[in-house]
């Protein structure tokens, strides 16, 4: 059976990767290679409507999806299309039904949608119709050629009938809107992107999800509305407490997520608490590059001076073993940090397992060799968001089979100190 994808026209690289996870995590075989990034328009083969559904049900760059009864460049050859593939229209001759028109780049007045609906009579549909939840919408997708500032098009180049299937969920970016959020920060991701993140990651009920640069949760979030178990961590243990109200728990009970909380905890993940043969299902994160302030770890600038130095005592008790102690912390190369989120993810993911992070690269001089190769995962995904003069690209590695090995080679990518200069010179 065919269908007919409209994709929102936000963030097109990323369509076919959220797709490909998302059939991956149904078991649905489906070939997408035909997508066009400037369109928001795919057709797609699948067994049935169901599998349709699934496919697209959960996705946040897709607006709906239709099973497709015919095509053409004209209204007459999209007649003639629909009546050549002889479709059984008999379920349809007595429920209750209504026509409906997505256009892109143009659009028809009101008596010519009219005009056009009438033209379908030969369908024989002779229920009623019902304009507020009919039994079935049967919509006319338009693609007018983009004229660039010039008198829009008169005619579409391509039309296409379909019945509607389902919607996706870009409702959940209402949802889950940061400015509707009881608890936020300078650095905490947007819903839509962390949503994507997560469903490319393969997240999903019962799976174990970990950010070890949670912040405020917006990840922890993102994976536990579907059904994850989230765990989290961060270097700034004052960032997870919150204040006040204003805490991750209450983002977690705001949205009624808050028996998919399993915890947060203040640590540096380079020298993880977690026990040896802990393993998770995915690692989701947007690491800090060092654009507020430079990379820090856990450790002394110079051990040396510190070896012998008496412990700090606050009221009799030593100062490290109190709640709000700030432990101090030393330099962290960015490259560093890539290398020890790969081996950690090597060391922790499942197999099949996948790891998502975000990674910043300016857009004047990124070559591939910028990406982190690790020889334990597969690199499966590299989306791009584009601002001005530099990018974030969320990277998406899966794990290998225990004991099969890939090609690997060094981080050789921009130093945390490079990439901070060029952004506040504006990429001069």
Not at 41 to 58: H, P, S, T, Y
Not at 108 to 122: C, V
Not at 202 to 218: E, H, I, R
Not at 306 to 325: F, N, Q, S, T, W
């Amino acid at each position: 059976m065919q269908f007919l994808i409209l994709f929102a026209q936000a963030h097109p690289t990323f369509r076919i990767c959220e797709l490909q996870a998302l059939a991956e995590l149904h078991g649905i075989e489906v070939d997408l290679t035909n997508h066009q990034e400037e369109l928001p328009f795919m057709v797609v083969q699948l067994k049935n409507c169901d599998e349709a559904r699934k496919l697209v049900e959960r996705s946040i760059l897709t607006r709906a999806i239709y099973e497709l009864y015919g095509t053409g460049s004209t209204i007459e050859s999209l007649h003639a299309d629909i009546q050549q593939k002889a479709h059984n229209w008999e379920p349809y001759r007595t429920c209750s039904f209504k026509f409906d028109f997505e256009s892109y780049n143009g659009s028809r007045s009101r008596d010519q949608q009219l005009k056009l609906i009438e033209s379908f009579g030969y369908l024989n549909l002779n229920g009623p119709i019902r304009m507020k939840n009919p039994d079935e919408v049967f919509t006319v997708l338009e693609d007018y050629e983009e004229t660039h500032g010039r008198k829009p098009a008169e005619f579409p180049r391509q039309i296409w009938l379909g019945r509607y299937i389902c919607d996706g969920s870009r409702h959940l970016m209402d949802d889950y809107d940061l400015k509707k959020r009881k608890y936020i920060g300078t650095t905490s991701f947007d819903a839509e992107l962390a949503l994507v993140s997560c469903n490319i990651a393969l997240v999903d009920s019962g799976k174990w999800m970990y950010d070890p640069f949670a912040g405020t949760g917006s990840f922890l979030v993102a994976a536990s509305h579907f059904g994850a178990l989230s765990v989290g961590s961060d270097i700034d243990p004052r960032m997870l407490r919150g204040k006040g109200d204003a805490t991750i728990e209450a983002n977690f009970k705001q949205y009624n997520l808050y028996k998919y909380f399993v915890d947060v905890i203040g640590m540096d993940f380079t020298h993880n608490a977690f026990r040896p043969d802990l393993k998770l299902d995915a690692i989701v994160c947007d690491p800090p590059y060092g654009v507020r302030e430079g990379l820090k770890v856990l450790g002394s600038k110079d051990p040396e001076k510190i070896k012998d130095k008496e412990p700090v005592k606050i009221d009799g008790v030593d100062a490290h073993l109190l709640r709000d102690y700030i432990f101090p912390k030393k330099p962290y190369q960015f490259n560093s940090l890539l290398d020890d989120l790969l081996q950690f993810g090597a060391d922790r993911l499942v197999e099949k397992g996948r790891l998502c992070f975000w990674m910043p690269t300016a857009n004047d001089d990124f070559v591939p060799n910028d990406i982190p190769l690790h020889p334990d995962l597969e690199l499966i995904g590299n989306c791009v968001q584009e601002f001005n003069k530099w990018s974030r690209r969320l990277l998406v590695y899966r794990r290998r089979k225990y004991g099969e090995k890939g090609d690997s080679y060094s981080v050789k990518g921009r130093s945390d100190e490079e990439f901070r200069d060029k952004y506040f010179r504006g990429f001069a």
